[in-house]
């Protein structure tokens, strides 16, 4: 089938206004929030469950690959149509399907945007948990693919921990269910296992997620460090103290004179680091969890505790933290965010680590992160037009994210692993292991046609281009851009 | 010509990967770990990973049924068994593999019991919410094949939602890893997910990593009583509509009460006196500060008949974890059924199962999450002699039927003769093909637990 027919039977299927193949169009599809870049073939609107499913159909008579996306927000190249082919952008899927409040659940389409949901129930005092930096135009879709977090999932957990049920579109175009509103059903947990398997599973088109009762108090406070080391320890000592904060994030000197200068939260502008601190609760329990956390800063050798004393500055402080990579955009012409995790206990030396590599390769690195749970972003700052500079910031990553598995850890925490990370699986898992998560791929999508060359190293990925040489396959990480 | 040498016997081949002393085959010995009636022929004790996956190789070369166990204090749940021919035993892998109490994460073998993990974690006032009623016998592994949980679920998930890390090796003698022993993590396939409440067919698990959270500094149980347990469902609402967060919610039913009757305290103090002999009960428990506490005991007001602490408190719960075991101890032809349904229709299947019983010579007596929507509902025969099979069949099928249709009723113990008559796992929302494409993968000869599961 040519390319040109499946165009012609995608407009069929999705209607005429559903379907873009021009490539200026297409140009708005190549890339995610992050690095990696490749163009599709086409970009189809579906508006129901029988559309993608007729989709999927097509697509696997005509040996094309099929790619979801979401708002292209992710950073690690899950959206992208690395291989060419059709990506199904869920942009008219985007109803709130039920609101069942007894229950404590939502039903929502993938296009839903993950703030939308948590305004659409404030009102019933319940909004959805997981809090991505980009939550005002992520979908929850996207969410349930890459399981991402956010500076609340420190307390809450992360997206698998609020998702009970899911309706999807096998890559044989059958529509089954996983679970429902119920959680802990009889059963393997197939609900469990696809959040997060970064669309290489199946399409979800109705997922079913708990709703989080909003709590009655909030503190937040932000701790102010000469240096990164005190607020590094800081972060130990809370951990140890048993304090679970609601979020805990750190930013250290660089970042928070960048954000700063573009955001006006009231960093200041000579401190080594500052912590983001939020304990949420009941009234009580937040007045002494405050007071505890206050008082372990102050011994960790803070500088100051300022604490926000009305929503305005409550989210004055936050809009530094969640500002803060457009703010590093003002001052860089490209960026590389990392999403390593580390034991709690090893920040002080990975952050001293990171700060290494950052002489050795002669670059600026920058560290904001999720303390509270160890999932560090560090931004290597480089500019994307010089080749040295860029393969610089590649070493430079692949040597942090080294170190962060070396001391226990992860080589993402919540960005997923995509097309950017594939090739560092083996740091974390041997062969038998990804022998075995091979297999279970292979049970859901045996010809790789939904959403190739993610997730697994590219020995297997060979096998995979194989079963879809279209000439517009992408180019991957050969091609680093700027930050859109 | 000359005869073809024998082949090694079963025995000896364990006995090469295990070695001898970690093998029996002494039928005698091994009828106490009968299932149904149905006991393995051999048993094995591997110390590794590695001789876990020998096993399971030579398991699936000689095409043999294979059973994993740890503490063996779930496996009358499933199906009966058609074969059993070798028991394995997990409980030589029990080494704790790290444990950063500044990080709050614990990584252990499968073998380990969960009062093994308890008196670790205890050491920095640490624990892990998974709760069972036999901590001494009950193993890390165990708890995750049967996705085992206790009213702390309501506060801190299930065993899936803290559980960051797991080896397990598969059907055909695979050693695979999923996750890690990080809290945050998502590199590769959540594996975790897949072999938590995989009740052993999947793979044999053999060691994990988990979450672990600090103990709270004080806390505080009050028991609600309402004359209806639709009554009690509109007491869990008010609760959970309100600031509150307790660590448990848990609803009771009034024959529940007999079986923790021991640790409903001061049995002769007024409280109890107070107590209405047909009261449905909702406990909750609240932890925090003096201050916090006395906020629960405020919010809560008159509703609250009792208040529990210090050993009363612990004692009352511990009851409440081993419901199903006192249910049984006193009656070994009583159905037990574990619900997991959306939390709106928790007061709708008791009272169904109520009815149900009544209308089959059954008492029934429940005790659940009810903030969770996970029940654990017994069916007590009336008459000493058992109730014929049949009609254990017919209540749990209008029981399922009274459920909405993504709730499931798995019926975790019965008398074997009642097994024939129906499923004991009855339906999933979960489509059925989609979980056999998944068995296949990791079970592709279907060594593991054969024929118990819902497959």
Redesign the interface.
Same mark, same amino acid.
């Given at each position: 089938m040519s390319f040109a027919t499946v165009v012609k039977r995608l407009r069929k299927i999705a209607g005429p206004d559903a379907v873009l193949d021009r490539p200026e169009d297409l140009m708005l599809y190549e890339y995610d929030a992050g690095l990696a870049c490749a163009t599709p073939q086409a970009v189809v609107f579906p508006r129901s469950t029988e559309q993608v499913a007729e989709i999927v159909h097509l697509a696997a008579e005509a040996g094309v690959p099929i790619v979801p996306r979401g708002a292209g927000t992710g950073l690690s190249g899950g959206s992208i149509a690395r291989d060419g082919g059709i990506i199904l952008g869920f942009s008219r899927m985007n109803h709130i399907l039920e609101l069942d409040l007894d229950n404590q659940r939502a039903v929502v389409e993938p296009g839903v945007v993950n703030l939308d949901l948590s305004n659409a129930v404030a009102g019933a005092g319940l909004y959805f948990a997981p809090d991505p930096s980009s939550q005002k135009a992520c979908t929850i879709g996207g969410n349930v693919a890459e399981n991402s977090g956010g500076p609340h999932t420190l307390a809450c957990g992360v997206t698998v921990n609020h998702v009970t049920g899911l309706e999807v579109v096998l890559p044989d175009g059958r529509v089954v269910e996983f679970g429902g509103k119920a959680a802990g059903v009889v059963g393997y947990d197939l609900t469990g296992f696809f959040v997060g398997s970064e669309g290489t599973v199946g399409i979800a088109t109705k997922i079913v997620v708990k709703l989080t009762r909003l709590p009655e108090a909030v503190a937040t406070l932000l701790a102010i460090f000469h240096t990164v080391d005190d607020a590094a320890h800081t972060v130990v000592a809370l951990t140890s103290a048993g304090i679970t904060p609601a979020a805990l994030e750190m930013l250290d000197g660089w970042t928070l004179r960048a954000v700063e200068e573009a955001t006006h939260a009231g960093y200041p502008m000579d401190s080594g680091a500052v912590l983001l601190i939020e304990v949420e609760g009941l009234r009580e329990e937040v007045e002494e969890q405050a007071e505890a956390v206050s008082g372990i800063c102050q011994m960790q050798k803070a500088r100051e505790v300022r604490r926000a004393q009305n929503e305005r500055e409550r989210q004055l402080l936050w809009s530094g933290r969640k500002n803060a990579f457009g703010a590093i955009g003002r001052i860089s012409p490209s960026y590389y965010v990392q999403d390593g995790v580390i034991p709690r206990t090893r920040i002080p030396d990975t952050l001293r680590h990171i700060e290494q590599v950052a002489r050795k390769y002669s670059l600026t690195i920058g560290n904001i992160f999720h303390a509270g749970d160890g999932n560090l972003h560090p931004l290597i700052l480089f500019d994307v037009r010089d080749p040295e500079q860029s393969r610089r910031t590649h070493a430079a990553g692949r040597e942090i994210l080294e170190y962060c598995v070396q001391v226990g850890g992860s080589i993402t925490g919540e960005h997923g692993v995509g097309m950017e990370k594939n090739e560092l699986m083996p740091l974390l898992f041997s062969a038998d292991d990804l022998e075995v998560m091979t297999r279970l791929h292979d049970a859901f999508n045996p010809r790789s046609l939904l959403n190739p060359g993610k997730l697994f190293p590219a020995s297997r990925s060979c096998r995979e281009t194989l079963a879809s040489a279209h000439p517009a396959a992408g180019l991957g990480l050969d091609s680093p851009r700027a930050e859109a | 010509m000359s005869a073809a040498p024998a082949l090694p016997s079963l025995a000896e081949e364990l006995a090469a990967i295990a070695g001898p002393e970690f093998v029996n085959d002494d039928a005698g010995m091994l009828r106490v770990f009968a299932v149904d009636g149905i006991a393995p022929a051999i048993s094995v004790s591997p110390g590794s990973a590695e001789e876990v996956a020998a096993i399971l190789r030579l398991a699936s070369a000689r095409d043999l049924v294979v059973v994993p166990c740890g503490g063996f204090t779930h496996q009358d749940q499933g199906g009966i068994p058609k074969r059993a021919d070798v028991l394995l035993k997990t409980g030589r892998l029990r080494a704790l593999r790290?444990y +950063? /109490?500044?990080?709050?994460?614990l990584g252990a073998d499968a073998g380990m019991t969960l009062a093994e993990v308890e008196r670790t974690l205890a050491v920095h006032?640490?624990f892990l919410p998974l709760e069972v009623a036999r901590p001494e016998a009950s193993t890390l592994g165990g708890a995750l094949a049967v996705?085992a949980?206790g009213p702390l !679920?309501h506060a801190y =998930?299930?065993v !899936?939602?803290f559980c960051i890390g797991i080896t397990f090796v598969?059907g055909d003698g695979?050693?695979?890893? =999923?996750g890690?022993?990080?809290?945050?993590?998502? /590199?590769?396939? +959540?594996? $975790?997910?897949?072999l938590?409440?995989?009740f052993g067919t999947?793979g044999v698990i053999v060691g994990a990593s988990f979450k672990v959270?600090?103990?709270p500094s004080a806390s505080r149980s009050f028991l609600c009583e309402f004359p209806e347990a639709r009554e009690a469902a509109a007491f869990r +609402?008010r609760v959970? !509509?309100s600031?509150? !967060?307790p660590e448990c919610l848990e609803v009771l039913s009034p024959r529940a009460a007999e079986y923790l009757k021991d640790s409903i305290p001061g049995a002769e103090s007024k409280a109890v006196g107070r107590s209405a002999p047909e009261a449905w009960r909702v406990a909750l428990r609240a932890a925090? @500060?003096e201050?916090?506490l006395a906020?629960y005991a405020r919010e809560l007001g008159a509703a609250v008949s009792t208040e529990l602490e210090g050993q009363s408190e612990a004692a009352f719960w511990r009851s409440v974890i081993t419901f199903s075991e006192s249910v049984e101890g006193r009656h070994h032809n009583a159905m037990i059924l574990?619900l /997991?349904?959306?939390?709106?229709a928790v007061a709708a299947a008791l009272a169904a199962a109520e009815q149900i019983a009544l209308d089959h010579g059954f008492l029934m007596a429940a005790v659940g999450r009810a903030g969770?929507?996970?029940l654990v509902v017994a069916l007590i025969p009336i008459l000493v002699d058992p109730p014929a099979a049949p009609l254990y069949a017919a209540a749990v099928k209008l029981l399922r039927l009274a459920l909405?249709? +993504?709730?499931?009723a /798995?019926v975790a113990r019965c008398p074997r003769e009642a097994k024939s008559y129906f499923s004991v796992?009855?339906t999933?929302?979960?489509?059925l093909? @989609? $979980?056999r =494409?998944?068995?296949?993968?990791?079970d592709p000869k279907s060594v593991l637990n054969r024929g118990r599961f $819902?497959l």
């Amino acid at each position: 089938m040519s390319f040109a027919t499946v165009v012609k039977r995608l407009r069929k299927i999705a209607g005429p206004d559903a379907v873009l193949d021009r490539p200026e169009d297409l140009m708005l599809y190549e890339y995610d929030a992050g690095l990696a870049c490749a163009t599709p073939q086409a970009v189809v609107f579906p508006r129901s469950t029988e559309q993608v499913a007729e989709i999927v159909h097509l697509a696997a008579e005509a040996g094309v690959p099929i790619v979801p996306r979401g708002a292209g927000t992710g950073l690690s190249g899950g959206s992208i149509a690395r291989d060419g082919g059709i990506i199904l952008g869920f942009s008219r899927m985007n109803h709130i399907l039920e609101l069942d409040l007894d229950n404590q659940r939502a039903v929502v389409e993938p296009g839903v945007v993950n703030l939308d949901l948590s305004n659409a129930v404030a009102g019933a005092g319940l909004y959805f948990a997981p809090d991505p930096s980009s939550q005002k135009a992520c979908t929850i879709g996207g969410n349930v693919a890459e399981n991402s977090g956010g500076p609340h999932t420190l307390a809450c957990g992360v997206t698998v921990n609020h998702v009970t049920g899911l309706e999807v579109v096998l890559p044989d175009g059958r529509v089954v269910e996983f679970g429902g509103k119920a959680a802990g059903v009889v059963g393997y947990d197939l609900t469990g296992f696809f959040v997060g398997s970064e669309g290489t599973v199946g399409i979800a088109t109705k997922i079913v997620v708990k709703l989080t009762r909003l709590p009655e108090a909030v503190a937040t406070l932000l701790a102010i460090f000469h240096t990164v080391d005190d607020a590094a320890h800081t972060v130990v000592a809370l951990t140890s103290a048993g304090i679970t904060p609601a979020a805990l994030e750190m930013l250290d000197g660089w970042t928070l004179r960048a954000v700063e200068e573009a955001t006006h939260a009231g960093y200041p502008m000579d401190s080594g680091a500052v912590l983001l601190i939020e304990v949420e609760g009941l009234r009580e329990e937040v007045e002494e969890q405050a007071e505890a956390v206050s008082g372990i800063c102050q011994m960790q050798k803070a500088r100051e505790v300022r604490r926000a004393q009305n929503e305005r500055e409550r989210q004055l402080l936050w809009s530094g933290r969640k500002n803060a990579f457009g703010a590093i955009g003002r001052i860089s012409p490209s960026y590389y965010v990392q999403d390593g995790v580390i034991p709690r206990t090893r920040i002080p030396d990975t952050l001293r680590h990171i700060e290494q590599v950052a002489r050795k390769y002669s670059l600026t690195i920058g560290n904001i992160f999720h303390a509270g749970d160890g999932n560090l972003h560090p931004l290597i700052l480089f500019d994307v037009r010089d080749p040295e500079q860029s393969r610089r910031t590649h070493a430079a990553g692949r040597e942090i994210l080294e170190y962060c598995v070396q001391v226990g850890g992860s080589i993402t925490g919540e960005h997923g692993v995509g097309m950017e990370k594939n090739e560092l699986m083996p740091l974390l898992f041997s062969a038998d292991d990804l022998e075995v998560m091979t297999r279970l791929h292979d049970a859901f999508n045996p010809r790789s046609l939904l959403n190739p060359g993610k997730l697994f190293p590219a020995s297997r990925s060979c096998r995979e281009t194989l079963a879809s040489a279209h000439p517009a396959a992408g180019l991957g990480l050969d091609s680093p851009r700027a930050e859109a | 010509m000359s005869a073809a040498p024998a082949l090694p016997s079963l025995a000896e081949e364990l006995a090469a990967i295990a070695g001898p002393e970690f093998v029996n085959d002494d039928a005698g010995m091994l009828r106490v770990f009968a299932v149904d009636g149905i006991a393995p022929a051999i048993s094995v004790s591997p110390g590794s990973a590695e001789e876990v996956a020998a096993i399971l190789r030579l398991a699936s070369a000689r095409d043999l049924v294979v059973v994993p166990c740890g503490g063996f204090t779930h496996q009358d749940q499933g199906g009966i068994p058609k074969r059993a021919d070798v028991l394995l035993k997990t409980g030589r892998l029990r080494a704790l593999r790290h444990y +950063d /109490a500044g990080d709050l994460t614990l990584g252990a073998d499968a073998g380990m019991t969960l009062a093994e993990v308890e008196r670790t974690l205890a050491v920095h006032r640490q624990f892990l919410p998974l709760e069972v009623a036999r901590p001494e016998a009950s193993t890390l592994g165990g708890a995750l094949a049967v996705a085992a949980h206790g009213p702390l !679920r309501h506060a801190y =998930g299930g065993v !899936r939602d803290f559980c960051i890390g797991i080896t397990f090796v598969t059907g055909d003698g695979k050693i695979a890893h =999923g996750g890690g022993r990080v809290v945050k993590n998502v /590199a590769g396939y +959540d594996l $975790m997910k897949l072999l938590v409440g995989s009740f052993g067919t999947l793979g044999v698990i053999v060691g994990a990593s988990f979450k672990v959270f600090p103990r709270p500094s004080a806390s505080r149980s009050f028991l609600c009583e309402f004359p209806e347990a639709r009554e009690a469902a509109a007491f869990r +609402d008010r609760v959970l !509509r309100s600031p509150l !967060r307790p660590e448990c919610l848990e609803v009771l039913s009034p024959r529940a009460a007999e079986y923790l009757k021991d640790s409903i305290p001061g049995a002769e103090s007024k409280a109890v006196g107070r107590s209405a002999p047909e009261a449905w009960r909702v406990a909750l428990r609240a932890a925090g @500060s003096e201050a916090v506490l006395a906020r629960y005991a405020r919010e809560l007001g008159a509703a609250v008949s009792t208040e529990l602490e210090g050993q009363s408190e612990a004692a009352f719960w511990r009851s409440v974890i081993t419901f199903s075991e006192s249910v049984e101890g006193r009656h070994h032809n009583a159905m037990i059924l574990h619900l /997991a349904l959306p939390i709106a229709a928790v007061a709708a299947a008791l009272a169904a199962a109520e009815q149900i019983a009544l209308d089959h010579g059954f008492l029934m007596a429940a005790v659940g999450r009810a903030g969770a929507g996970a029940l654990v509902v017994a069916l007590i025969p009336i008459l000493v002699d058992p109730p014929a099979a049949p009609l254990y069949a017919a209540a749990v099928k209008l029981l399922r039927l009274a459920l909405p249709h +993504d709730a499931t009723a /798995a019926v975790a113990r019965c008398p074997r003769e009642a097994k024939s008559y129906f499923s004991v796992w009855g339906t999933t929302p979960t489509e059925l093909d @989609s $979980m056999r =494409g998944v068995q296949r993968a990791l079970d592709p000869k279907s060594v593991l637990n054969r024929g118990r599961f $819902m497959l």
